[in-house]
Each structure stands twice: as C-alpha cells, then as structure tokens.
C-alpha cells in the first residue's frame, strides 16, 4: 500500500493496513478511473481560466494527465481510492505544481460526477442493445405473421395467436423500458462538480464551464445535494429491473418453446450447449442465465435503497458501497440484451406444429360463444355453457375441433332451449384459428392493421437507437473541446 497523501496533517503518516483495505474502494474504481483522468483535466482548464493557476503550472500538471494511461495506474502500488492514485501520480510528475490539482474540488464532488459519466456510457450501450433486440424482434414479427399458435392464459391454451403477433408484444415492452432509460439519462447527466466537500468553496469556478468539458447538460445547482444524491441510481436500476423483467420473460418462451414438449422454436446452436455426459442434449443456456441475472438489477435495487435510506446530508462512506452494486447490474443487464439480441435473430420456428396445437387447444371456443350469440341471439352466458359443453363432449369424445363437431353444438343448444341450425361453412370459419385472427383485425393481429403495427414500431425503435447515436456523438464533442482546452495551454508554455 503506497503511503496516504491526505492522512499526515491531520491524522499522523501511521495507517493500519487492514483499515485502509476496508475503506478502500481502489477494486471497483476501475470503472471510473478515465472519469477522473478527465475531471482533473476539466478542472485545471477552469482553474487557470478563473485566473487561479498560472500557465505553467497548469501545463504541467495537464501535460501528466493527458498522457497518463489508466491502465497503467492499475498496476501501480494501491491506494485507498482511484482519486488519491491521480492525484498522487501527478504530484509525483508534475512536481509542486500538482499539489494545486485539487484546489476547490474534493473526492466528493468528484466521484459523484465520475459515477454519473461512467453510467452514462453504461446507459447509452444498454439502449443501443436494447434497440437491436428490439429490431429483431421485429423483424422476427414479419417472418413469422402468418405462423398460427395458440395464444396462453394460466399456461394452457387460450385464444388463437400468431408468433409474430407475440414477438410483437415483447419489443412494446422492451421499446417502453428503453424510454424509462433516456429519460433517466436526462437526469443522471448532470454535473455535480464546483460543489467542493459540500456547500462549495471560495475557489469560484465556472461551475458551467467544468459541465460543458465533460458533456453534462447542466449543472446541480444545490452543493448538498450534488454530493449527497444518489436517487439517479434507484431510478436507472428501476429501469434496468424493469427491462430484466422483460428480457426474462422473453427469455422464458425461448427455453419453454424450444423444449421437445412445445417445440415451437430451435435455438441456434451458437447459443445453446450439449451435456457433458448426454450427447443428445441441446440446452437453452442462454436463455436460462438470461433469467437467472434478471435478478441482478432486483437485488442491486434493493441494496442500493437500503444503503441510502436512512442517510443524512451531506456525504457519507456508505455511498462508496452503493456503486459496485451499479456497475453490476448494469454489466448484468447489457451482456443479456446483447445474447438474446443474437438468440432471436437466430431462431427459427416449426409452423405445423403450432397450427396443429392450436387446433388442439380448442382456442376458437371465445368465437363460437360469440357467435353464438351474434347470430342467434343466445345470451353470452348461456353461450359460453353451451361451449363449455361442447368443449367436455369433444374431449370426453376424443373428437377434433371442427365443423364436424356441429351436431354437438346444436344438441347442447337445444338442452338450454335454444334450436338452432348452424351452417357448416360458417361453423369451419369460426372454428378455424387462422380464419379467427384474421377477424382480429382491430388489435392489429392481421391485415393492414398488423402491417402498420410493425412499421409505427420499427420506427419507433430505430429512433432511440439514433438518440443512442446522437447521445454518443455529444460525449464525443465534449471529448474533444477538452482535450483542445488543455492542449491549448500546453500550447502556450
């Protein structure tokens, strides 16, 4: 452990080894460490132009910043934090100069604006994901329009479906979860930074300046709660949960359709696995880790409000132990959109065998209580026991669902006191799944209908995946205005 630059005023150089490895949050910073690299440079180009350090020293100081490598820092001797590993590196470079680097700024507004840009390159990669697993969804909706299958409630047959029409419902949802996540950029991309230990300093910097550097939209006004908030991460991990929620239950259908008891779809082999001892298998493991880390976003939810609820303002220790549960989740969530967005693209679907299980599953049985009623006028509750019984007879029977079934209906008709004659072609449409989807037309399950869906949703989808372009291109601009801020004062020594 390398000596603690902060402790030897206050505190004495002593330090325990086993205190400081407690504290110390050097394993997880990881993912922050070119943050802080950039805020440091960021905030010596606001310090100079506010007139506080000359051009020398500033360019010193940015000289060892620009050209200091993350990784390399990993490898170096630890410190408690990432914040003081900087820090120590450029005093070690840069000389006295680089004692200044910190003037006007604390660990604590610093790693709130470093977690909030590193999870904001996480949101933009976690919408990109989403959006292609969205647009294979949709484009799966097309190839399979036409492909029948019995739609389910309580997992048992219900109503006639198509699996496009499903694969449908679940880039809706996927599409809505993705908007939960660019509003909640709106709120975590913004800086934190000028707001010192808690309540500012005297060292007045263009608080405007540092936010436009680094690509945040504005600034958080109130130095309290700059430094203390962390409600940014409950809300974007409820938007991760929510799209894990979903992204398990599509994932669920794979493992369930592609069982040899459904066998709907066949996975591609790229994404499956065979047994280590049963050559025969082809296992859905994708789709089941898939499942198995939608509760990756759940826990890290839970953990994060329990370590902030009983808080007080301003900073507290117990905010470092809140983050690692963010990087988590959020490597949890992009690694499933990014398998799935394959697994889908990838799947192919056995069009006989859902025709044939809708048919089996009685699932026109809703349309011939109502038409039942439409043409005879046979009250719908006396008309849905009429196929109720139709439904036990054809069973009990081992008959097919059918026109066939015809003399059945009108038998079961008769004993609640209506006579009937039903037609045999009007029988066969209304029994007919395909046909009873295309009577659907008004839920967009067919026709024009169905094709406009598709087409309002793909638009939809490649438009958060161009804010996904465009949210990029930003952070690329601000990448850019501070590294030519910095390289101009470099420029002028």
């Known amino acids: 452990?390398?000596?603690?630059?902060?402790?030897?005023?206050?505190?004495?150089?002593?330090?325990?080894?086993?205190?400081?490895?407690?504290?110390?949050?050097?394993?997880?910073?990881?993912?922050?460490?070119?943050?802080?690299?950039?805020?440091?440079?960021?905030?010596?180009?606001?310090?100079?132009?506010?007139?506080?350090?000359?051009?020398?020293?500033?360019?010193?100081v940015l000289r060892t910043l620009l050209g200091m490598d993350s990784g390399a820092l990993?490898?170096?001797?630890?410190?408690?934090?990432?914040?003081?590993?900087?820090?120590?590196?450029?005093?070690?470079?840069?000389?006295?100069?680089?004692?200044?680097?910190?003037?006007?700024?604390?660990?604590?507004?610093?790693?709130?604006?470093?977690?909030?840009?590193?999870?904001?390159?996480?949101?933009?990669?976690i919408v990109g994901s989403g959006a292609k697993l969205g647009l294979n969804l949709i484009e799966k909706s097309r190839e399979f329009k036409d492909f029948v299958m019995p739609g389910f409630t309580h997992l048992q047959p219900a109503q006639p479906v198509t699996l496009g029409y499903v694969m449908l419902a679940h880039a809706e949802e996927i599409l809505r979860d993705l908007h939960r996540l660019v509003e909640a950029y709106n709120r975590v991309n913004l800086s934190p930074l000028g707001a010192a230990a808690m309540s500012g300093s005297t060292v007045r910097l263009n608080r405007y300046l540092l936010a436009n550097l680094l690509g945040f939209k504005d600034v958080l006004r109130n130095a309290v709660d700059a430094v203390s908030s962390r409600d940014y991460m409950v809300e974007v991990l409820a938007a991760m949960l929510s799209i894990s929620v979903e992204s398990s239950r599509l994932a669920e259908h794979l493992v369930l359709w592609s069982s040899q008891e459904f066998d709907y779809v066949d996975m591609p082999d790229e994404y499956t696995a065979t047994s280590s001892i049963m050559p025969n298998k082809k296992n859905p493991v994708v789709a089941e880790l898939a499942r198995a880390k939608a509760a990756s976003p759940l826990s890290s939810l839970v953990a994060v409000a329990t370590i902030l609820k009983s808080l007080p303002y301003s900073y507290n220790l117990d905010m470092q132990d809140a983050t690692p549960y963010l990087w988590a989740a959020s490597k949890d969530v992009l690694s499933t959109l990014n398998v799935l967005a394959g697994a889908v693209g990838g799947m192919r679907a056995d069009r006989d065998r859902m025709a044939e299980d809708a048919l089996a599953g009685f699932v026109t049985g809703s349309d011939l209580a109502e038409y039942l009623t439409l043409k005879f006028g046979v009250p719908f509750r006396t008309a849905h026991r009429i196929v109720g019984r139709v439904v036990r007879r054809a069973v009990d029977g081992g008959l097919s669902w059918g026109p066939g079934l015809r003399a059945h209906v009108e038998s079961c008709a008769a004993e609640e006191g209506y006579t009937i004659a039903v037609p045999e072609d009007e029988l066969s449409a209304v029994l007919d799944p395909a046909r009873a989807i295309a009577r659907r037309g008004h839920v967009g399950m067919s026709g024009d209908e169905y094709d406009m869906m598709v087409m309002d949703l793909e638009a939809k989808m490649r438009h958060t995946l161009s804010w996904r372009d465009v949210a990029m291109e930003e952070l690329k601009k601000s990448q850019s205005l501070l590294e030519e801020r910095a390289r101009a004062i470099i420029g002028g020594v």
């Open 1 to 60: 452990m390398a000596s603690d630059i902060y402790r030897e005023g206050r505190l004495g150089s002593r330090v325990l080894e086993d205190v400081i490895s407690y504290i110390s949050s050097y394993s997880d910073d990881v993912e922050i460490f070119d943050a802080i690299i950039r805020i440091n440079i960021a905030h010596m180009v606001a310090l100079h132009d506010a007139g506080y350090i000359g051009r020398d020293d500033a360019a010193a």
């Open 74 to 125: 990993r490898s170096m001797p630890r410190m408690e934090d990432a914040h003081m590993m900087v820090e120590a590196k450029v005093i070690e470079d840069a000389g006295r100069p680089g004692e200044n680097m910190n003037l006007g700024k604390s660990r604590n507004d610093q790693v709130a604006a470093a977690i909030r840009m590193r999870l904001r390159d996480y949101m933009i990669d």
